[in-house]
């Protein structure tokens, strides 16, 4: 089942405010991390921060010297604000960003990370420490994954929505013929002993593994053609670990290769529900259908249908690429006064007041405000009472979704007429 929209949205928010802080450069060593854990005595972080001012009155270059001490002094009255840390403590990012032309601007960011922190740390440098927080933005599920028959297994992992292929290899058993006599029962023997050995062979690669990191896994899947794969579970090659994780029941596969491994999550959906990379495929391709269907087909895609769909109330299911960094900018034109607005990637934001007004072409435009296309998008999903789901750009899905749409569609309540043109079909 999906996360409510809520998590997704601080899913979403949490990842992009980690991408917008590891922008930031320095044009020295004055950009300042600071990590204060739970339970911390924010008394002691204030000594210490006095301390460090006191020290970086020692620093050589006069415009670094005078960055860090801004970047202490704001910190400190930053901390200040704060009777203790939170539950799951605190991250502080300030300093001193380089801009161009030899020129800086300050920056401050202030986190409250989604899990506890368990280090306290001060770290100085041209870019902010990010490392303990990316470790938190990890996928919630991680599968194993086995397809085998006598011929050939591969063994990979399904993190969260991604697939990844980590061993592949080919038996050297022989294929049976049509011998007779004597020969033809040896030549048995040397197939079933050639089997065996390749059998304990695959047992060894999944203890290497999968073995190691057991604890991480929310389970083993195990499939392939034929009756093989039962066999070689009932006969128990697997480690005694590893065996008491392999989900009931196996996969049957056409395949053994990487193409035996999606298959084999794809039919997995029966059983496992949570899987995330299936329910995102099962999602996608109802859009896809929707989009193929005639004119009245229920889906909207790219900003301006997926909007006006949102404003009549007729979205369903509101389907957003995980990885769009939009920003709706507010604009208005100082010759006619219009008034609108324009979604455009981050990287344009700081140029979008050279377009030209829509009303009477004239240029330069006047920023009067500027908000988070995602979470304008939430927001108005939300009012609607329309379901939300975030799409990883990881999968074959979300990338279609991405270069194909925009990064935004819909799955509609009733049938709204297009007005921009169908893409081709994927």
Not at 243 to 256: A, R, W
Not at 392 to 419: I, W
Request: aromatic share 8%.
């Amino acid at each position: 089942m999906a996360d409510s929209a809520d998590l997704q949205l601080a899913r979403y928010s949490f990842k992009r405010k980690l991408d917008e802080i590891a922008l930031a450069r320095g044009r020295a060593t004055e950009l300042i991390s600071l990590y204060v854990p739970p339970g911390k005595q924010l008394s002691d972080v204030m000594a210490y921060l006095r301390n460090e001012y006191a020290q970086s009155s020692n620093i050589k270059s006069r415009t670094t010297r005078k960055n860090v001490m801004w970047a202490i002094e704001s910190l400190m009255g930053r901390v200040r604000q704060y009777k203790e840390a939170p539950a799951s403590g605190l991250a502080f990012f300030v300093g001193s960003k380089a801009v161009g032309a030899d020129k800086s601007e300050p920056v401050t960011f202030i986190v409250e990370p989604p899990e506890p922190l368990n280090t306290y740390l001060y770290r100085c440098d041209s870019t902010f420490f990010l490392e303990p927080l990316l470790s938190m933005v990890h996928e919630p599920e991680i599968w194993g994954l086995i397809v085998m028959d006598r011929a050939e297994v591969t063994i990979g992992v399904l993190r969260g929505k991604r697939i990844e292929v980590l061993r592949n290899k080919e038996s050297q058993v022989p294929s049976k013929h049509g011998r007779g006599g004597q020969s033809a029962h040896r030549f048995e023997r040397m197939i079933e002993h050639a089997a065996h050995d390749f059998f304990v062979r695959i047992a060894e690669m999944s203890t290497e593994i999968f073995l190691p990191k057991k604890d991480e896994f929310q389970g083993i899947l195990l499939g392939g053609p034929g009756a093989t794969k039962e066999f070689f579970f009932n006969e128990g090659f697997l480690h005694y670990e590893l065996q008491q994780k392999v989900v009931q029941p196996l996969f049957d596969t056409g395949y053994t290769d990487e193409h035996g491994l999606k298959e084999m999550v794809e039919k997995a959906t029966q059983t496992l529900h949570g899987l995330e990379l299936t329910e995102e495929k099962r999602i996608v391709q109802q859009l896809l259908a929707e989009i193929r269907r005639a004119e009245l087909g229920l889906a909207a895609y790219g900003e301006r249908d997926v909007a006006a769909a949102l404003d009549a109330g007729a979205v369903d299911t509101l389907l957003v690429s995980e990885g769009l960094r939009r920003k709706r900018v507010a604009l208005s034109c100082p010759a006619c006064g219009a008034a609108f607005a324009r979604a455009v990637p981050d990287e344009e934001v700081d140029t979008v007041r050279d377009g030209k007004c829509p009303t009477c072409g004239a240029t330069p435009l006047t920023v009067t405000g500027a908000e988070d296309y995602v979470e304008g998008l939430f927001q108005r999903a939300r009012a609607s009472g329309a379901n939300v789901r975030l799409i990883s750009g990881e999968s074959e899905e979300g990338e279609m979704l991405r270069k194909a749409f925009g990064g935004v569609a819909a799955l509609l309540r009733y049938p709204m007429a297009r007005r921009q043109a169908r893409p081709a079909a994927p």
